[in-house]
């Protein structure tokens, strides 16, 4: 048995963080609009289906924490309790432990062992308030006096319009009857073959759930006669009791269409939705897969099979077949491998909403946490990226957004006296650029002090005093993203824990990525991201270094351009040459990767930039433009200085990739 549910732990978790997802995005608007019956529905219908989901694979604590989800949010949606704040916080505590749940399962294969139990007294402590509507409304259903709604009474006029049979199934199980619901199941299926269910007392959740007395009864529309229905369900084992009613007069059986209308339509809603949770539970895909437009996977196969004719007819060539014939193969070869790289570069694409889904929430518990009121804007965020770099830059944009709302916007009190807005906004933004994705992270809260950064920074001795005097803003920046380093003068739970911005930088670096800082005193900062579209295939330049081939990403390069040897000067053990009127450091390559240095006069120079920073490259010669498949050097190499991976050259040979980032 373990065998056959451990093949579909994977489905369970990705279908799981979908939902997951979902309810945290309702979540958040439902604290807006505590009144929307269209955001609890939905609420009631993921908590069901992680439930079913859950209870299937056995994870029985998940299934225990939202079987009590469901009864809170029916008793809001049934006016028996208030969404107030105090509930909303405690659903979002549910949510934090389904989702620590369910990542647990992913890295374990397994339920953690916690059940709950603390945030499961919280929710029943919800229902202390004293009503007492939950028991009414769980009246034996063999009651004379029904309640029905404008629907019910229309489904049933319309029945006798067309000459149809009204009936009242009452049905008792045997007491002896071991799996309630899933007997009631098989009613319902029976029923069902021969006619149409416009009611069911209890709820079809609720009979679900097992919650009845051995004892529902059904609203049936159909052909047939009272003893034929008797028939057929007495047909089915396990049942006691089968009492039918014909329904002639409406009003015999006390019309009120005006009460409990909004829940009997809750009811009819929950019943007509199964068929789309079910659908829902089967499609969503997360986690590991991509889900690609069916117009892509066509484009996709007719480029393969094109592969396929040009493979034919190359190897139909004859070594007779003159070399215009066999260079037009090639150009014709070249076109379709072009366009089938484009192909799976957008199968591979995936909206950048994907990482800022998390943030809404991140940001409105910061704000409680801090006491700041704080508006996220978010733009771009059908911004498509490689799904790998997706993976990488989720982590560097919360530790920047914890850090704007942390360290850059003011508390509303101090705002006010500023002439500002009470709130705070942080914008993230994205869009492409070229070869790139940016994002940017902006608040509008004070900026960065850089007498203070300046003087954080010679307290804890990363600089002396006599160095800070001749600082630019620009250095005073790069001090931000020194290890270790913190403005905050309060620790918290927030910031003070150790990890800084040299950690956003190292991880945006790891990916071909770059960041940049803009600030200006008193009006915000700007944090500005660049990442590559993809880190799979890249564009790069071929150097000759001696007698070797390295490879240069041609998104890091400027320009190329050639100097005179005796134009370089040594300033203070750094080489520079005057170059545009700027002074641009000089690196010599093969000094730093171990290759023996030519002496002709004039030197090849590659200008590469990070951010706003030059350096240049110098080069025995250039090969030229060429696209090229990052491989990495594995597991023994990975920590190799300068280098960021290598690629397979036509002959055969492999050649590194510099890491342009870790030259400056």
């Given amino acids: 048995m373990d065998l056959d549910i451990n093949q579909y732990l994977d489905v369970f978790v990705e279908e799981s963080k979908e939902h997951l997802q979902n309810m945290n995005d309702i979540l958040l608007n439902l604290e807006k609009d505590t009144n929307n019956k269209e955001l609890l529905n939905e609420l009631f219908r993921i908590a069901h289906t992680i439930k079913g989901m859950a209870g299937t694979m ?183 009791k089968v009492e039918v009613s014909p329904i002639d007069e409406i009003d015999t059986l006390n019309v009120e269409t005006k009460v409990k209308e909004t829940k009997l339509e809750e009811e009819n809603k929950t019943e007509k939705a199964k068929a789309d949770m079910s659908t829902t539970t089967r499609t969503n895909k997360v986690g590991k897969t991509v889900r690609v437009d069916i117009d892509r996977l066509d484009n996709l196969m007719n480029l393969v099979s094109e592969l396929i004719i040009i493979k034919t007819r190359m190897e139909d060539m004859s070594e007779a077949s003159s070399k215009e014939d066999m260079n037009e193969a090639i150009e014709y070869l070249e076109r379709i491998t072009t366009s089938l790289h484009d192909a799976v570069m957008k199968v591979r694409m995936v909206p950048i909403e994907r990482v800022f889904n998390r943030f809404p929430r991140m940001v409105r518990d910061l704000s409680k946490e801090l006491n700041k009121e704080i508006n996220l804007e978010m733009s771009g965020e059908e911004t498509e990226v490689d799904r790998t770099v997706i993976d990488e830059i989720g982590d560097p944009l919360i530790h920047l957004i914890r850090n704007s709302i942390d360290h850059g916007i003011e508390h509303p009190d101090e705002r006010i006296k ?152 040594d300033i203070q053990g750094q080489e520079i040459i005057l170059y545009r009127d700027k002074t641009l450091p000089i690196v010599r390559l093969n000094r730093i990767m171990g290759v023996e240095e030519d002496d002709t006069e004039e030197l090849t120079v590659v200008v590469v930039r990070k951010g706003d920073k030059q350096a240049g490259l110098i080069v025995r010669g250039l090969i030229g433009q060429q696209e090229i498949v990052i491989k990495p050097l594995g597991k023994y190499l990975v920590n190799i200085k300068y280098s960021a991976g290598a690629t397979i050259l036509g002959n055969g040979k492999i050649s590194l990739i510099l890491d342009v980032n870790s030259l400056f």
Avoid: W
């Fill in 418 to 569: 500023l002439g500002k807005d009470e709130f705070g906004t942080v914008k993230l933004k994205a869009y492409p650029d070229g070869n790139n994705v940016v994002i940017e992270v902006q608040d509008d809260g004070q900026g960065i002090d850089y007498q203070k950064v300046k003087k954080k920074a010679i307290e804890k001795e990363v600089i002396t005093e006599k160095e800070s005097e001749n600082f630019t803003k620009e250095e005073c920046i790069d001090l931000l993203f020194r290890p270790g380093f913190s403005t905050s003068d309060k620790i918290s739970d927030v910031s003070g824990r150790g990890v800084g911005l040299d950690v956003v930088k190292s991880k945006i670096e790891s990916i071909n990525g770059s960041i940049e800082v803009e600030t200006y005193e008193g009006q915000g900062s700007k944090f500005i991201i660049r990442i590559p579209l993809t880190l799979a295939i890249i564009q790069a330049l071929l150097v000759e270094l001696g007698d070797e081939i390295y490879a240069i990403p041609l998104s890091s390069i400027s320009e190329i351009t050639s100097i005179q040897r005796n134009s370089i000067r």
């Fill in 58 to 240: 056995g994870f029985t604590n998940m299934a225990n924490l939202t079987h009590d989800m469901e009864d809170v949010l029916q008793a809001i949606r049934s006016d028996e309790i208030q969404a107030t704040t105090k509930v909303i916080d405690i659903l979002f505590e549910c949510f934090d432990a389904l989702d620590f749940s369910v990542n647990y399962v992913g890295e374990n294969g397994k339920e953690n062992d916690d059940e709950h139990l603390e945030i499961i007294e919280k929710l029943k402590s919800i229902f202390n308030s004293g009503n007492e509507k939950i028991e009414e409304s769980e009246k034996s259903v063999s009651s004379t006096a029904e309640v029905f709604d404008e629907y019910l009474v229309n489904a049933i006029n319309k029945a006798k319009e067309n000459k149809l049979n009204v009936y009242k199934v009452n049905i008792r199980l045997s007491e002896s009857c071991m799996l309630k619901s899933a007997r009631a199941f098989i009613i319902f299926n029976t029923v069902e073959s021969f006619a149409e269910i416009i009611q069911s007392k209890p709820s079809v959740e609720d009979i679900e759930d097992e919650k009845f007395n051995f004892e529902f009864s059904l609203m049936i529309v159909t052909e047939i006669s009272k003893e034929e229905i008797q028939k057929e369900i007495y047909n089915i084992s396990e049942i006691e």
